[in-house]
């Protein structure tokens, strides 16, 4: 078994991770007053079950991945586990759905990041489909438009229903048309940094070569405005707006970004009475407590109480936020572990988009740099959004935590985004033809010459 194939570090790494979940799981169980639950070996038996499917099929299908990527991310899941399991106790003191709910969605994401790997074996690949995956993300994009919604859902149209089940296609065409926009820089890159208008120091681009941060702009409007929902949008126009930037170099781009970003977002501001609600609680949640602004208000009150330490586990109350367990769970823990657990996961954050970033400079092709950054951009702009509404920093949106918040879709998008980060930086750093025959030559090298 060659080294690549062992993997040592990044096993030891999940054990460390099963052995956080364990203690964590301990700890409140402890405060609660309970013995050891049935439930809680289900959590940490399924847990490590589902880390170990994931480690065995990197080994197999990219040997040479960064080995930190997937211990972060088993992390990020199981402080999220524990927290949807905390307020599934606060409800639901004799069962836990939610938790042994997300335990099997990690499970499926898990399955996709492994069917990822397993069909692209190489990430060059995605190029020659990528306009044909591109066109498959705006139809995802759109379908809720004119998909029939339930009553109590109309208000945000970004659900399809298929009877009891739910899926958010926009977790995946976010995907799909990253995975578009690297191809189009990349084929496009030498056009966007040579042509161009000087002015005030700065090289603007040629109207026409706007057109595609344009289209991307008018997208984002039209499905903030029909949609009802701005968050998935702004993550995705942010996200091409950097890869523009990363592949160009050019201030300009960013200024242009900024200015379509304001002109728009106050056009929708007019018409969405949404909007502007989320912005009047930013403003001042409190003045509209016993409305619109509870939930962000009650946050505020839970990361206030928690302070820098934290409360502890269990003996808190992030059950009185509304839908913690989703777009507030940063704020759940914000309380009981305080604002330590909040830099930490914010720092395991950064360890994942530090590590995309480095595939992105390591790989060899523009295409997979593009694809490599644009992944990792997204991720810390979402984590950036998310942390800054739930802190009250910045207007709500609405979009949940990768791989922390309970939910299907987000769970499997992002296992299927960890799996092309993956792809890429297998690429990036597996050994040349001419760099695998010398490592191969080099202990028979070192054999003759002691023999000498």
Known sequence: MTRAFRRTRELTLLLASAGLLLLMLFSLEMSQGRALTREMLYLVGGFAAVYAIAHVAIALLAPYADQTMLPVVSTLNAIGLVMIYRLDLAERPDFAPLAQRQVLWSLVGVLFMVLTLAVVRDHKSLSRYSYLLGLLGLVLLALPLVWPQPPGYEDARIWLWLGPFSIQPGEFSKILLLIFFAQLLAQKRALFTVAGRRFLGLTFPRLRDLAPILVVWAIAILIMAVSNDFGPALILFATVLAMVYFATGRTSWLLIGAGLVAVGGYAVYQVSSKIQDRVANFVDPLEHYETSGYQPSQALFGLSWGGLTGTGLGYGHPELVPV???????????????????????????MLVTAGFRASLQVRDTYGKLLAAGLATTVAIQIFVVAGGISAMLPMTGLTTPFMSAGGSSIMANYILLGLLLRVSNSANRPTEFGAETMSKGPQRRREKVAS
């Open 324 to 350: 913690a367990h989703s777009d507030y769970i940063l704020a759940a823990i914000g309380e009981e572990l305080g604002l330590v657990g909040v830099a930490s996961v914010l720092v395991l954050f950064a």
